[in-house]
């Protein structure tokens, strides 16, 4: 199937830490990238295929670990039915490759519990082909580290192949994002997330918005409540995030598609760009505090004697037109009063 299509359950992406011996203490500190770079790309070397699609075909890239998953509690099953764990993706995950893998793992899992499901998850990591770039000649990635402006990149005659397979990319990425509708932040750590210091985590989130994707933001459980709590105290830790959304400044694991992502977002405008990512996220984490608030009061209702909870209720009811439709709207859409893009600029496209 083509990449978008390609989905993994949690206990997919668990099974490959679990390859990791537990008395190594790397375990717990391994990145995304080092998973990718240690674990991935070596056990499809010879197939150069992602390992969504070993999986699929029954193993064949990884099949001197096969014994390792039938170990692992993660993937479990005498015959490893592959389509209780790989399928079209529920949602797509925006992760920052820097970070910790095992967060990523975390976030996922309370996703599923908060969904009350076993997703299907798309993570790039699994999902795309990572010996592509493989194939991209030493002159190429010469030139394109060379490069010092958007103009450079685009005039270039030798790097037409490159531009190409960006394209390519870029086109897979929309679509990945697209298909399954819902994406999910992994806001690690839930201070200063990684994620909003990333060229293609901010690339994601404004795809996100322009095909009308679903967006949640994700956190470890173990920072969850905190992040509830501060976000229902006021917007401090919101305008904190909000700061470190900067396109002109953000990173990549290679320099060439930062500079690729950015000649993309300059040609918009990169303070248009970023003001549009900062709004769209606010709205997110707005909707966060919005659902801890509507459920603590839920609980406190449900705590009432009968008696109280019918006239807090009839009470409720004698507010309701002078009071809670203004909290609510003001709380949800502050930043959207005072900086609303008018219908042009809110559809501008890279």
Known sequence: PPVWNRGCAHAVARSFLDLVPDEQSEKFTMKTTDLCMKLLKPRTLEARCSVWESLAAGFPALA?????????????????????????????????WASHFWELLEIIQRY??????????????????????????G?????????????????SQTLVGLKDIYQTMLKALTRSIETP???????TPHEQPLLLTRSWCLYEIYIAWKVGAEVSCGFVPEAEQSVKN??????????????????????????????????LIQQAGVNRFNTFVREKLSASLRMVALTTLASNTKNLESNKPEAARSESE?????????????????????????????????????
């Not at 599923?112 to 991209?136: C, G, K, P, W, Y």
């Not at 002159?139 to 005039?155: A, F, H, K, L, V």
């Not at 509708?181 to 806001?187: E, H, N, S, W, Y």
């Open 112 to 137: 599923d519990e908060n969904t009350n499901r076993n997703n299907f998850f798309f993570l790039d990591v699994f999902s795309m082909n990572q010996h592509d770039f493989a194939d991209i000649s």
């Open 181 to 187: 509708g819902r994406v999910l932040l992994a806001l």
């Open 230 to 263: 501060s976000l229902v105290e006021g917007d401090t830790l919101i305008k904190t995030m909000l700061k470190a959304v900067d396109a002109e400044n953000s990173r990549a694991t290679m320099e060439n598609d930062r500079k690729m992502i950015l000649s």
């Open 314 to 350: 009839d009470l409720d009811c004698r507010r309701a037109r002078s009071t809670s439709g203004a909290t609510r709207s003001d709380f949800i859409l502050k930043d959207r009063l005072e900086h609303l893009f008018d219908a042009e600029e809110d559809e501008f496209s890279i």
């Open 64 to 96: 001197k670990n096969q014994r390792a998953f039938e170990r692992s509690g993660s993937m479990s099953g005498t015959n490893l039915l592959m389509h209780h764990y790989i399928g079209k993706p529920d949602t797509f995950v925006s992760h920052c």
């Open 139 to 155: 002159e190429q990635m010469q030139e394109m580290t060379d490069c010092t402006s958007p103009q450079s990149i685009t005039s």
